[in-house]
């Protein structure tokens, strides 16, 4: 069965720091990874990474696939109270199915 | 376009009643997907459809779940016979396809509570 797992599970920084996410999986034929983020509604796109070592990036959000160690980080650079969410990892498989396998997010709280 | 919708957004019912809830996704989006999320959880998917034609189902998704996308555009989730279980929010997302974009975009989502 296809894994997902984040860390940590919460994060309370200072506005103006950098926070680094982490997302590890384990899949059955890896097509893709994504992040999301999620406030009080439905998880908003933020990047799909597909290849490993190219860094995606915007804004300040910036991301990276690790397909060898089968993990993926995303970094967030001069954080801000509006940056406060619950970051969203899932993984696409490519066998038979078009589901997205999500982790359990991590809470990221800003303070001002 | 808005993205995709999806109606109510909150939904109280009594256990033992059916509810419905209804998906329109952006247009041009092929597939359409359902999926709950509980608290402190991730989202866990329940079924998807590829145009008309559901492809997968869930083993979440019981006896007392259907779904259906009748013209290939809106889709709609019923449950019968609501358990307390059955409290989360269900989330709709649609993508244009393999081949053209993988990225799924969600709703708003339902907040369904079963009292």
């Known amino acids: 069965e296809d894994k997902v797992v984040q860390s940590p599970l919460s994060l309370v920084v200072h506005e103006g720091d950098t926070v680094t996410l982490n997302c590890s999986y384990e899949?059955?034929?890896?097509?893709?990874l994504l992040w999301y983020k999620q406030e009080k509604k439905a998880p908003t796109f933020l990047f799909m990474l597909t290849s490993s070592g190219i860094e995606k990036k915007s804004g300040r959000l910036s991301s990276i696939l690790d397909k060898k160690e089968l993990f993926s980080i995303l970094n967030i650079t001069a954080t801000q109270t509006g940056d406060s969410a619950v970051y969203l990892c899932?993984?696409?498989?490519?066998?038979?199915?078009?589901?997205?396998?999500f982790g359990t997010g991590t809470r990221l709280t800003i303070i001002p | 376009d808005t993205g995709v919708s999806q109606d109510p957004r909150h939904k109280i019912t009594k256990r033992g009643q059916n509810v419905t809830f209804r998906c329109d996704p952006i247009?041009?989006?092929?597939?359409l997907y359902w999926y709950r999320q509980t608290l402190g959880q991730g989202p866990e998917f329940l079924t998807y459809f590829q145009n008309e034609a559901q492809l997968e189902k869930s083993r979440l998704l019981s006896d007392r779940f259907s779904a259906e996308r009748p013209k290939g555009s809106f889709s709609t989730l019923e449950i019968q016979r609501t358990e307390q279980g059955d409290s989360a929010m269900y989330l709709c997302?649609?993508?244009?396809?393999?081949?053209?974009?993988?990225?799924?975009?969600f709703g708003p989502g339902t907040r369904l509570l079963v009292l």
């Open positions: 899949v059955t034929n890896f097509r893709s």
């Open positions: 997302a649609s993508s244009l396809g393999p081949g053209r974009s993988e990225t799924q975009y």
């Open positions: 899932a993984v696409l498989s490519n066998f038979g199915n078009e589901k997205l396998t």
């Open positions: 247009s041009e989006h092929n597939r």
